[in-house]
């Protein structure tokens, strides 16, 4: 751990889908962790192991069953639904495989939209986008809609994105699983190193094994249970 500062502390955690019902299926089962401030941490599993689950719990895309879910300090669990998207929107990144960009929007776009969610005006919201787009190797992209962008180019717009605005946290769910295996190394190297550069802690699902030795630490989970911290 690179200091002592908590970042997001789960407890006993539970999801369970069907609840009562004969089909139930407890995806998570009373997982509990914490992550420190400026962590990269992987969290692995087969298929089915409940990692995905896990990640959009904590990251407040899903809502527990049971459980708290702290980040920075604040209880998701215990926002409304209007507080905790005001609150991801400040405080977390998201880069997800399918990149998840707005097609008709620019690379630049794209990039500032976090930025004008929390009220940073145009001009200078176009700014930074521009410089952290150039910080990631697209400076002369800025004007390409996704679909005139390799799939590595749309990943170095998804991870511009997900840090444009410095969140606590960065969450990234199979990151790299639609890229060839060069660009996924090129990609995930990027990834950390803007995320030693702003100090920045990311959260990576991945089945991938290349991309777990490069992290501070690795979360296993199997059955919907944490097997290994």
């Not at 089909?23 to 401030?37: K, R």
């Not at 049971?66 to 209007?82: P, Q, R, T, W």
């Not at 005006?121 to 410089?131: D, F, G, P, Q, T």
Request: hydrophobic share 40%; charged share 25%; net charge negative.
């Amino acid at each position: 751990m690179k200091n002592s500062n908590l970042i997001a502390k789960a407890n006993n955690l539970t999801k369970i889908y069907n609840e009562g019902q004969d089909n139930e299926v407890i995806a998570v089962n009373n997982v509990s962790f914490e992550i420190t401030e400026g962590e990269i941490i992987t969290v692995m599993g087969p298929s089915g192991s409940g990692k995905t689950t896990l990640l959009n719990m904590i990251s407040g895309i899903d809502e527990a069953s049971s459980g708290e879910i702290y980040i920075a300090g604040e209880n998701l669990v215990e926002m409304d639904d209007d507080s905790k998207t005001k609150y991801r929107a400040k405080n977390m990144g998201f880069i997800f495989q399918t990149f998840n960009l707005i097609p008709v929007l620019s690379a630049v776009e794209n990039t500032e939209m976090p930025l004008l969610l929390n009220g940073i005006k145009k001009n200078e919201a176009r700014r930074i986008a521009s410089e952290m787009l150039e910080r990631v190797g697209l400076g002369d992209r800025l004007h390409h809609k996704p679909n005139e962008l390799s799939g590595g180019q749309r990943q170095r717009v998804t991870i511009a994105r997900a840090i444009v605005h410095k969140p606590a946290v960065i969450w990234a769910d199979e990151p790299t699983g639609n890229l060839d295996t060069k660009t996924a190394n090129k990609v995930f190297e990027l990834m950390l190193e803007l995320a030693k550069e702003f100090n920045q802690t990311i959260v990576v699902v991945t089945h991938d094994e290349n991309i777990a030795d490069k992290t501070d630490r690795v979360i296993k989970m199997d059955s919907g249970e944490l097997i290994r911290d």
